[in-house]
């Protein structure tokens, strides 16, 4: 097979040695000689699949004991819904630091007042606020931000002030580095970045937290009611968290966070260090006090150019290297399971490229 380098920005490249014991189990899992798609989630042979996720989960972050993992469908966008539709109360506040960050208030509008918070769109989105820069108005239900910008690739480094519940869309960084998960009340993440395949939603929600939601609403829109369920009020996306639990297997396997954190910075380092070196052939989007180790955002002199890059590194084995649709440009999204020698390999290719056309 011809080598390929996945730099796609979700659905996203998945570890080879999760992906090698699916295949292994596809047809028989656990000596069932059925596949995980077609068994029961209320089997027993799921069911440790179910609680091995959970469980992993709770031991990679060193989540508090008082904490909830649960597993929901709709991706982030739902949760865009479900965060206000639970917690809040009249008003909230709200970091708007790109695109996903301005859905969720969007969204957050339909159920009360929404404090908008930051200047980052005056500068296309290529900074992250300071947490000292922010308000913390004592009447708002919680303050929510986005923890990394796949579009802009911007990242969080310092959280805000824990003086209000702290809530976190993480869904492109979640598990790339170690961080004091526990300083947020609910953090939620599509999985398809760096912990599965499309399908599943993490959400993490302290117990102190959840106490304070509505107790109105939907069974299926309602976070207690999965926390009660333990996620399984209807059918879970059983092969998604059967993938899920494989990933963070990989973690386990690879050292832990400390380890896949040292490794995500080492890859972003090669990509940023081929853009700073190229006498501005290449310019960065994020400012540099905020660039993502998740996704590295970059352009060329004229599109035309970036389209001439885009053909010839796809012709070269790189993948999934288009920037958002919304704003063009290139990105290389390097989650977990990208390979320190794919980004060297494509920050060979940069270089090789600017020499030929600069």
């Known amino acids: 097979m011809k080598t390929i380098h996945n730099f796609s920005a979700g659905p996203a490249a998945l570890p080879q040695e999760a992906l090698k014991k699916a295949q292994a189990e596809l047809l028989n899992f656990d000596d069932s000689n059925v596949s995980i ?13 179910h609680f091995s996720a959970v469980s992993r989960l709770k031991s990679l972050m060193n989540l508090e004991e008082d904490t909830h993992v649960l597993f929901f469908q709709g991706g ?9 539709m639970n917690f809040l109360n009249n008003q909230s506040s709200y970091v708007l630091t790109g695109v996903w960050s301005e859905k969720a208030a969007k969204e957050a509008q339909r159920f009360g007042t929404i404090d908008i918070q ?10 992250i606020p300071s947490p000292d820069e922010l308000s913390y108005n004592e009447e708002n239900s919680y303050l929510h931000i986005t923890s990394n910008n796949t579009i802009y690739g911007t990242q969080w480094n310092t959280f805000p002030h824990q003086k209000l519940p702290l809530v976190c869309d993480m869904s492109s960084d979640i598990l790339s580095r170690s961080i004091d998960y526990n300083a947020f009340d609910l953090i939620y993440a599509g999985a398809q970045k760096n912990l599965g395949p499309a399908g599943v939603t993490i959400a993490i929600v302290k117990d102190s937290f959840l106490k304070q939601a509505h107790g109105d609403l939907s069974p299926m829109l309602s976070y207690q009611t999965f926390a009660d369920s333990q996620s399984m009020y209807n059918t879970p996306p059983v092969f998604s968290i059967y993938m899920l639990n494989l990933v963070l297997e990989w973690i386990e396997n690879e050292g832990g966070l400390s380890v896949i954190e040292a490794r995500n910075q080492a890859k972003a380092s090669v990509l940023y260090d081929a853009i700073d070196q190229s ?10 006090e905020a660039r993502s180790t998740m996704n590295v955002t970059f352009n060329l002199a004229t599109p035309e150019l970036e389209k001439t890059f885009l053909q010839e590194a796809e012709q070269a084995g790189f993948i999934g290297l288009g920037g958002h649709r919304l704003v063009g440009g290139i990105r290389a999204s390097i989650y977990n399971a990208v390979p320190l020698a794919s980004c060297n390999a494509l920050a060979a ?8 056309h600069m």
Do not use: I, W
Not at 37 to 49: D, G, I, L, N, T
């Open 37 to 49: 798609m077609e068994m029961s989630h209320r089997s027993k042979a799921y069911e440790k699949v």
């Open 349 to 356: 290719f940069m270089d090789s490229f600017r020499k030929k």
């Open 279 to 288: 006498n501005e052939f290449y310019s960065g989007h994020a400012q540099p």
């Open 76 to 84: 982030a966008n739902l949760q865009f819904s479900m965060v206000p």
């Open 118 to 127: 930051s200047q980052a769109k005056e500068t296309s989105y290529s900074t």
